[in-house]
């Protein structure tokens, strides 16, 4: 595990709301990634430290399909908008992920939103693999639970030897806590990302959190297992890593902000020799 990801991701939180140096004008490594609930962009600077970054709520991607390009690009270029006006240059580059699985004319979707939002598209990136370009796992499993999918991959000596991805992540979550509580999804939304409302909110939804780790367990199951790092927006919830621990038996970690940690790896993805 990276021994600094805790200070890097606690960086990497921060730059979404400030620029950390507002007088770079290096190489800069752009990282795009379109979630089925949160769009994120970031920017890092040559040395791949965190300078900047926004993200934004929208339903344009649907279980790691581009199901509204035209929002999909008017958004990321109100995104790059935002980004470009606080660091004081243009940005030109990024890199995408998609979740494994996806069929490659979804991937290809995935770039040209990207493309069409005035960037050149350097690499396309798994997932799971771009998180782990942050953690630095060696050998174990890396869960990316987002807003429509839960993502798997298993390492071997820092190489993916198994990869997989099924629908049922966060949107989940707030579907049911729609229907539990009688509110619009939208409420429902705002009431999951309240870390407040979570003990409350938590026995709505660990069935959702039982079948995530149900869908681990399946796919880690063939493979020797002793840890898995669950990251992406709703390992946010509180209590879903003993769940995902107590249905696979396998010891289970969240970093700090696992929700940047995939944008952050695809951003260490765009590279000028790509």
């Not at 949107?171 to 870390?195: M, Q, R, W, Y």
Request: charged content about 20%; glycine content about 10%.
């Amino acid at each position: 595990m990276n021994a600094h990801l805790d200070s890097l991701l606690a960086q990497t939180d921060r730059a979404m709301g400030a620029v950390f140096n507002s007088h770079y004008r290096g190489e800069v490594h752009v990282g795009v990634d379109l979630g089925t609930a949160y769009t994120v962009l970031i920017v890092l600077d040559a040395d791949y430290r965190p300078l900047a970054g926004t993200y934004r709520f929208a339903n344009v991607v649907r279980d790691g399909l581009v199901v509204d390009f035209i929002g999909a690009i008017d958004l990321l270029r109100e995104l790059k908008r935002n980004v470009e006006s606080r660091l004081g240059f243009e940005l030109t580059h990024a890199a995408t992920g998609y979740p494994p699985g996806v069929p490659l004319a979804e991937v290809r979707a995935t770039a040209n939103v990207v493309r069409a939002a005035g960037l050149d598209c350097r690499a396309e990136v798994d997932e799971p693999t771009a998180a782990n370009a942050v953690l630095q796992i060696r050998d174990g499993a890396v869960v990316d639970v987002g807003g429509g999918t839960t993502g798997i991959a298993v390492f071997r000596d820092g190489h993916v030897v198994y990869s997989g991805d099924e629908a049922t992540g966060g949107t989940h979550f707030s579907l049911v806590i729609a229907g539990a509580l009688n509110i619009p999804f939208e409420d429902a939304e705002n009431l999951k990302v309240d870390a407040r409302q979570q003990d409350r909110l938590y026995p709505i939804v660990r069935p959702v959190m039982e079948k995530v780790a149900t869908i681990v367990a399946r796919h880690i199951r063939p493979f020797d297992v002793e840890t898995i790092c669950m990251v992406g927006g709703t390992s946010n919830f509180k209590g879903i890593a003993p769940v995902v621990e107590e249905v696979t038996g396998v010891k289970t970690l969240i970093p700090v902000q696992p929700m940047f940690v995939t944008p952050l790896g695809i951003a260490m993805q765009d590279r000028s020799e790509q």
